[in-house]
Nanobody
């Protein structure tokens, strides 16, 4: 049984940083698509960052490029999202998701393509 558990959310001021962690158990996930999504109140779930192809390739949504970094901590079976220079528009519930390697590159940020989800962790950025 695959389980996805996020941690590391919290409240910070503008310009601050947070590190989110996603632990995946119950599967060999090195070849999966591992992604972070976020959802703010009243908005659709948005893909933020994804790591894939043996955890070597990465993609980011334009709004976080240069500020967020996704990387694996293989020793801890963890996918990390390092978020720097946080802005109020980054406030949302952040979800980690795991998906099959069959997800086409065009759909890497499509939440419907992912099979396993964590419970979410709240990130709040105040000015």
């Amino acid at each position: 049984q695959v389980q996805v558990v996020e941690s590391g959310g919290g409240s910070v001021q503008v310009g601050g940083f947070l590190r989110l962690s996603c632990v995946v158990t119950g599967a060999t996930w090195n070849n999966w698509r591992m992604a972070w999504f976020r959802q703010a109140p009243g908005k659709e779930r948005e893909g933020v960052a994804v790591i894939y192809d043996g955890l070597r390739e990465k993609r980011y949504v334009d709004s976080v490029k240069g500020r967020f970094t996704i990387y694996p901590d293989k020793d801890k079976n963890t996918i990390v999202l390092q978020m720097n220079n946080l802005q109020p528009e980054d406030s949302a519930i952040y979800y980690c998701a795991a998906g099959s390697a069959r997800i086409m590159l065009t759909f890497l940020f499509d939440p419907k393509k992912y099979d396993y989800w964590g419970q979410g962790t709240q990130v709040t950025v105040s000015s």
